[in-house]
């Protein structure tokens, strides 16, 4: 039971039948009606996940409740039958974030303490050579400080964000991390990538700023702005425009033509795009895509996705995202990745050139 929610039944759905989505929320139903609603309305609860979480759909910001409170207010615990229950908790939750089915297996199985402290300084030497043999390079810095100057092929999802689940959907869990941001913030991406299950960091960049003076290994960020966008569908009409914002974003509307891709199933969701077109990718905030957008294309077809030479995010700010919208449409179905054409995807051997932008669509 949270605040306003309760856990998603879907954790597990890929697991197996007795498992599944339906399987798991009976279960629940049966918990929250025999064990938690027969305790006082006075008990107090302390949820463990809040609002931002994609543990749930209508979860509070409020840190406290008691089961009264709950009894009256929770959509989940309102007098309904079994199956009512099931249909509520299972429709309308945001795309499981493709973490959730190793973390589900991972919870099942012995695991060594996590070891707190920062991860080893490594010389601007050794973290090449890690990228070399497969290592994923991070940098948790922000957006302001990427745009400076960052090693080339690093993954920027700032920490300040929702940083662990970002990460989780985009990054693979079988492949060392090397963190290449400020060294003072390695402690706290190390523990927080951890609850997520990313816990195999293995190293940080001894000075963020050392390849600087290497301008080779040094890439810098850009925007796009409205107009440009607007100039680069005229100049490349058949390009893929992609949303990768979550359902609750996208049924407000979306750039006509765009195909809705959820950042959360974006690695797993590829087969429908069209590698020949060249694609641009928007976001709600632009906060970790650029870099993670890059990532979960790269990592679903290593040696074939070729991002534009340089990443780009979308500015303007809100005054700008606002005058686009009047071109917006409402998406006329559910959320279902393929081309915009409608025409099956298929799998070329050219590779599929992506940019990437994104700004607040509030």
């Not at 700032?158 to 400020?182: H, K, N, T």
């Amino acid at each position: 039971m949270f605040v306003g929610d309760v856990g998603r039944p879907d954790l597990l759905a890929s697991a197996g039948a007795d498992l599944s989505a339906d399987a798991l929320a009976r279960r629940l139903y049966r918990s929250l009606h025999d064990k938690l609603l027969v305790l006082p309305d006075t008990t107090r609860v302390y949820p463990a996940h809040g609002a931002g979480s994609a543990c749930g759909k209508a979860l509070s910001t409020e840190t406290t409740s008691t089961i009264g409170e709950q009894r009256r207010t929770n959509y989940a615990l309102q007098d309904l039958t079994e199956d009512a229950f099931v249909a509520a908790v299972t429709e309308g939750q945001p795309a499981r974030p493709r973490y959730f089915a190793f973390d589900a297996r991972a919870n099942r199985e012995r695991h060594a303490l996590l070891d707190e402290h920062a991860p080893d300084l490594l010389d601007l030497a050794d973290v090449l050579a890690r990228r070399a043999a497969g290592d994923i390079l991070l940098d948790p810095r922000e957006p302001a400080d990427l745009a400076v100057a960052h090693l080339a092929g690093a993954v920027n999802i700032g920490l300040q964000g929702r940083f662990a689940e970002w990460a989780g959907s985009v990054l693979p869990p079988d492949r060392d991390i090397i963190l290449v941001g400020d060294p003072a913030l390695a402690a706290e991406a190390k523990i927080r990538l951890a609850r997520v299950g990313l816990d195999r960091v293995a190293g940080q960049l001894t000075d963020a700023s050392v390849f600087a003076s290497r301008p080779e290994l040094a890439e810098r960020s850009s925007r796009l702005t409205i107009g440009q966008l607007a100039e680069l569908q005229g100049l490349e009409p058949a390009q893929q425009l992609i949303d990768v914002r979550a359902a609750a974003e996208t049924a407000k509307g979306t750039i006509p033509g765009a195909v809705q891709i959820p950042l959360a199933v974006l690695a797993d969701s590829l087969d429908g795009l069209d590698r020949d077109l060249p694609a641009v990718v928007y976001c709600a905030s632009g906060y970790p895509f650029p870099s993670g957008c890059r990532q979960a294309l790269s990592g679903r077809f290593p040696g074939r996705v070729r991002p534009a030479r340089r990443l780009r995010r979308l500015g303007g700010g809100r005054t700008a995202c606002r005058s686009w919208r009047r071109h917006w449409v409402k998406p006329s179905a559910a959320v279902v990745p393929g081309r915009p054409d409608g025409r099956s995807g298929h799998r070329s051997e050219r590779s599929l050139r992506v940019t990437v932008i994104g700004s607040d669509w509030e």
